[in-house]
């Protein structure tokens, strides 16, 4: 079981025969159960009048965020084992500049548009 | 062996303390978190079309709006294939841990057969909307949509020529530490692409067509 192959310097996996990061079949039916439900209650939020129409998008977004967390954890495996404790680092810090991404180019932009003169008053002041 | 009846004398702690003292970890292992870095790169990458297509959705230059462009029936269609999809790449997944060749070549044509019909649905609807004259030049609004939409469309696509190729190795190559190695590595792209349509379809389709 010690023997190192000489093709790699790290241990071979002979022992992930047991299914290790890639889950059960109970976990991906789980999965899909799950993101079929979160999917459909999404259509229904957008097509109804159920929620409070100002609330509608933040209600999506939650729900997606949600349907997310399930892939992430029934489909991609990213647990809290010990295995999994330098993926979930990688994903916080992704999780982190996408963030940083996405609400500061909608935060400068938005300030951008509330602060640009009107095109027209632009070429006036061109001419 | 002394090692390991070592580690077996602290309960609790055992499965930390056996994956530090066993030396490096499991090739598989290492080469599944190499990828998954690529994986948060690319979705890092989706994020710049995400907040540019944020900043331009209303921006329709007196063209077409979501509300009019966008039939939620289809897209339903397509979210259904790509899921279903990801749940059968996941069952050839476990065939091949399991050394069932044949579940896995089952499983994996599913894959391939639903990932190519959303991509088809994909180039119908935009090729409807080409033909609507309401193509990626018509406004800044559809300039970010097609960017968006159809860079996922490419990833799709790149996916599921790494699918054939990929099956195509396991029939000649048989079920390797190398080949289910790279499998593992397609299941978590192919999963990563239908974590990105979730967010596709939110701010796109169900936002874009209230």
Known sequence: MEERTAEHAAPSDERSGEGEPSGSLTGYTVGLAFALLLTGASFLVSQTDL??????????????????GVHLVFFLHISTGPDNTNNVLALAFGVLIVALIVSGSL???????????????????QR | ?????????????????????????????????GFWIFLL????????????????????????????LF???????????????????????????????RDFYIAFAF?????????????????????????????????????????????????????????????????RDFVRRRLLCFSLFWHALDIIWVALLTLVYLMGAR
């Open chain 2, 71 to 101: 039939e939620l029936r289809h897209v339903g269609i397509e979210t259904l294939c790509l899921l279903f999809s990801s749940y059968t790449c996941g069952l050839g997944l476990l065939a091949i841990e399991r050394r069932r060749l």
């Open chain 1, 51 to 68: 929620l409070w129409a100002p609330g509608v998008p933040a209600g999506l977004a939650v729900l997606a965020v949600a349907q997310m």
């Open chain 2, 111 to 175: 894959t391939f057969v639903l990932g190519a019909t959303f991509l088809g649905l994909e180039l119908s609807e935009f090729t409807g909307l080409v033909a609507r004259g309401a193509g990626p030049s018509r406004s800044a609004f559809l300039s970010a949509f097609f960017s968006l939409v159809g860079l996922h469309g490419a990833h799709v696509t790149a996916g599921l020529s790494w699918l054939i190729f990929l099956v195509a190795q396991t029939a000649a190559r048989g079920p």
């Open chain 1, 107 to 125: 935060w400068i932009m938005a300030n951008l548009n509330a602060n640009m003169l009107p095109a027209s008053a632009i070429m006036e002041m």
């Open chain 2, 1 to 33: 062996m002394s090692a390991a009846a070592g580690t077996a004398q602290l309960p609790g702690l055992g499965s930390t303390l056996a994956s530090g003292s066993e030396g490096p970890a499991p090739v598989r292992i290492v080469v599944a978190y």
């Open chain 2, 41 to 68: 790169s690319d979705i890092i990458m989706f994020s710049a079309l995400f907040a540019s297509y944020a900043v331009l959705s209303g921006q329709t230059a007196g063209g077409p709006s979501g509300r009019t």
